[in-house]
């Protein structure tokens, strides 16, 4: 492949956070502005059949990594990709240029969350794993330290600035 090759690629993006952190809020966004394609991989394993099995305790399908992996290897070479998935170790570096993972305080999770009917359980885990900062560890251990972001994202105006600074990403990447 030759230079001018190499700068017509998009970068590959992964938004990752704890579930109601506003991670496809911001994916479909960015998706439209900046024209890249959104894979989210919870969608994706409904629709492929991508689903091992399911945790009938936190009522929620156990997603078979190895062919989610498999479905999006040829995808993810040719660029131009913002995965959404929340989780992240399991994606090889390789694949992404970015990773941003969102944040927010457990008071405004646990009402977002409320709102979409998860039960005690699945509440209760999903607001110890915002605690313990547990995506966020995740993403610096399986990632270089210079490629992933944190991002509070917990009003629409943080939101809104979420975009600007993923979208400010975006534009020095492309000058490189």
Known sequence: MSGDED????????ITGTPGTGKSYLCQRLAEQLKLCWRDCSKLAKEHKFIENTNDEYNCPILDEDKLMDYLEPLMKQGGNIVEYHSCDFFPERWFQAVFVTTCSNTILYDRLKERNYNGKKLQSNIECEIFGIVLEEARNSYRSDIVYQLTNETKEEAEENLKII??????????
């Open 167 to 176: 979208k400010k990403w975006y534009k020095a990447w492309k000058k490189k």
């Open 7 to 14: 700068t017509e690629t998009l970068p590959n993006i992964l």
